[in-house]
Nanobody, 126 residues
Framework: EVQLQASGGGLVQTGGSLTLSCVAS????????IGWFRQAPGKEREGVSC????????FYTDSVKGRFTISSDSAKNTVYLQMNSLKPEDTAEYYC???????????????????WGQGTLVTVSS
């Protein structure tokens, strides 16, 4: 059974850093694309970053480019989202998800992802 468990959220000041972790089970993170998404209060869920080890492709939404980095550790079957220079507008519930395919340009699309982890809350204070 495919499962994802996200963690690492917390409260941080503007300019601070956090690293989110997404532990996968039921599949190998080398085999499927995995993405990070976020949903702020009153807003729609959006794709933040996606990574595929199959073809090495990565995606970052414009607002996080240069600040966030997605990576994976095959030995731990975990995908990370390193978030630097955090801003109040980064405040949201963050989720990891997979479209259960090796690579797809549709990874950042919410509807393209089949399995979701529970959210982890990131709060950036001004």
């Amino acid at each position: 059974e495919v499962q994802l468990q996200a963690s690492g959220g917390g409260l941080v000041q503007t300019g601070g850093s956090l690293t989110l972790s997404c532990v996968a089970s039921g599949f190998n993170v080398d085999d499927y694309a995995i993405g990070w998404f976020r949903q702020a209060p009153g807003k729609e869920r959006e794709g933040v970053s996606c990574f595929s080890r199959k073809d090495g492709s990565t995606f970052y939404t414009d607002s996080v480019k240069g600040r966030f980095t997605i990576s994976s550790d095959s030995a731990k079957n975990t995908v990370y989202l390193q978030m630097n220079s955090l801003k109040p507008e980064d405040t949201a519930e963050y989720y990891c998800a997979t479209p259960t395919v090796g690579t797809t340009p549709h990874c950042p699309e919410v509807a393209s992802n089949d399995y979701w982890g529970q959210g982890t809350l990131v709060t950036v204070s001004s």
